[in-house]
């Protein structure tokens, strides 16, 4: 079998001689920051298997304003292509390499193929949906119920989890993935850097008080 189905236990696990055999006949694609996987309307091409980088998934609404609604890393599938391909309705969303990206698009007939034959691959691709759904409905109950101040706090010590101290990303890119507009964000840094709770400088957010930060993010949970 070709080396990226090791990454996918379940597919390595495969017995049938002719799906190993179509799996181990799918090239390895590559794309690159900034590329777009596919945009809201297209059809849905094929399974998505992504093997290193990452992919984030946004919606945009008539107006321009965005929200991410989850990222796609190495070892994982994509939830909405996953529906798409079981619904046979075009993507509602669009997908953008966020970090260089290798992946497999497996074809819809041997995808539907896994799903007859593969009771593990079964369930692990309803396994993923549910997980997704899951995160999706706290991201909605966080935008419209969850205070600005504390949702900002959160997704600063989320993209900080190594604790370097440093967040590398500018405000747009933080206003896109909590769904607001990024005057709101800005506005809420320098509220922030005035209590000391951060630093502000182009591209960058350094992190100077930590625990108060948690204390705030720790409310959306209340």
Known sequence: MSSWIELFPLLASIKDEALCRDLSNIKVMTFSRGDFL???GDDCRGYVLVI???????????EGREILLYRVEGGQN????????????????????????????????LF???LIT????????????GQRIC???LLIG???????????ADILLRRDEDETGTVN??????????????EVVSRMLKNFESDGMVALSRGEIRILNRKQLHLLADSLSV
Request: glycine share 4%; aromatic share 4%.
């Open 78 to 109: 994509c939830m909405l292509t996953t529906t798409c391909l079981m619904g046979h309705q075009p993507y509602p969303a669009e997908a953008v390499v966020e970090k260089d990206v290798q992946l497999v698009l497996l074809p819809p007939a």
């Open 169 to 182: 990303c500018t405000h747009q890119v933080l206003a896109s993935e909590l769904g607001t507009a990024r």
């Open 38 to 40: 596919f945009r809201e």
């Open 118 to 129: 593969s009771d593990a691959f079964r369930v692990q691709a309803m396994a993923s949906i």
């Open 52 to 62: 290193s980088g990452s992919i984030c998934v946004h919606k945009i609404d008539s």
């Open 142 to 152: 966080n935008v419209a119920f969850g205070r600005i101040n504390a949702r900002v």
């Open 135 to 137: 995160d999706m409905m």
């Open 112 to 114: 539907e193929r896994l």
